[in-house]
Every structure is written in structure tokens, then in C-alpha cells.
């Protein structure tokens, strides 16, 4: 199938600078790698996504902060991609294979924004305190939240299956969420009402 992905991404993150002077966009990415995601309709846009980014990250416009996650905030561990060569040894560590149990979203929120307000991003030693990136949650819509409210901006893409607490609560910190449909058919929404992407 021709995936939307452009058009998926297109406001879902910070606009990617023209002007290569510019500080590159940074963005972190949590990716869903729990057993209900091995399918390969979720598997097939998790990688459309990531190459999308990837691509900017090879121009030397993007930076992207990538974890896998499930329901321990311990097990957060970031992988920074930063130009060719972090791309290509990302690809060589990246599984289509997720087996891990229940989610929760809202734990890893809260932990990374503690981590960012103390200078740090887990297992990275980098200082984003002042640039706070924005956050990309990648899940299937499965499980719940666990969480009444994100302390941080959070975008987020549901694949196959719609999460309306997470819609909600992406909308609340100004981001969006993005529907992807199992006929492959994308709806963003945010706080300006629901738009028909593809």
C-alpha cells in the first residue's frame, strides 16, 4: 500500500528548518513494543514513520531521541540518531518484533519530562532542559493511559486501533493525535477540530 506518511507527519512535529543555520528540530520518538504491535499493517507504518524522519536526520536538518517502551519507565533507553552513521547502526539494533506486555503511556511521559527537567534523558547525558522536544508516541491504541493529565507536549499516532483518552489528553498539552485507520485512511485532531489527512 502507498503509505500517507508525509502527510501524516506533515504538523505533527515542529516543521523541519529550511535554513540549515537554523538549530536542527529535535524529537523524541517512544515507539509501543508490546506483543499486540507484532502485526505486520502496525510494523509496515512503524518503519514508514521512522524512514520519514530518518531522512531529514541524513540532511542534517533532524535529530531524533528513540525509545521502545512498555510498562516499566526503567526500561526507557534512548538511542540518539543524529546523522548517517547513527541511522544506519540504529537499523542494525531495531526489531519488527515487539513481544513486551501492557503499556503505559502516561508513566513514560511523566518520567521522560522529569528526565528532561533535570538535564538529562535516561541513559543519555544531554541537556535539552531548554528546548523541551517534542514527544511522538507510537502505540496501537490498546491499552490504558494511566494518566489524568500529560505534564509535557505529547503528539502521538494510533495504529488500527483509536485511543480517545490519549486523543484527549494529546490535545490538552496542544499537540495531536493522528488515527490510522485498518483501510490505511489517517484523521489528525487536534485542538483546532478533526481534519481528514488521507
Known amino acids: 500500500p502507498n503509505f500517507p506518511v508525509k502527510l501524516l ?3 505533527l512535529v515542529v516543521n523541519v ?3 540549515r543555520k537554523e538549530q536542527k528540530q529535535k524529537i523524541i520518538i517512544i515507539l509501543d513494543f508490546s506483543g499486540s504491535m507484532n502485526d505486520p499493517f502496525k510494523q509496515d507504518w512503524v518503519n514508514a514513520i521512522l524512514i520519514d524522519r ?3 536526520v541524513m540532511q ?3 535529530e531524533v531521541f528513540f525509545s521502545y517502551f512498555v510498562n516499566k519507565v526503567e526500561d526507557l533507553h534512548f538511542h540518539h540518531v543524529h546523522d548517517k552513521a547513527s541511522v544506519i547502526n540504529f537499523w542494525s539494533m531495531f526489531s519488527n518484533d515487539p513481544s513486551g506486555g501492557m503499556t503505559r503511556v502516561g508513566d513514560m511521559v511523566e518520567k521522560i519530562s522529569d528526565e ?3 538535564g538529562r534523558l535516561c541513559n543519555l547525558d544531554i541537556d535539552m532542559s531548554e528546548e523541551k522536544p517534542e514527544i511522538l508516541v507510537i502505540n496501537d491504541g490498546q491499552d490504558n493511559i494511566h494518566s489524568e ?3 509535557y507536549k505529547v503528539n502521538a499516532i494510533c495504529l488500527e486501533q483509536q485511543n480517545n483518552q490519549l486523543k484527549k489528553l494529546c490535545i490538552e498539552t496542544h499537540g495531536k493525535q493522528v488515527y490510522v485507520d485498518p483501510d490505511h485512511s489517517v484523521t489528525a485532531y487536534s485542538e483546532s477540530g478533526e481534519e481528514k489527512i488521507s
Do not use: L, Q, S, T
Open 9 to 11: 507527519m506533515k504538523d
Open 17 to 19: 528548518p529550511v535554513d
Open 54 to 56: 530518518f531522512r531529514y
Open 60 to 62: 542534517g536538518e533532524a
Open 116 to 118: 528532561i527537567k533535570a
Open 149 to 151: 493529565g500529560f505534564p
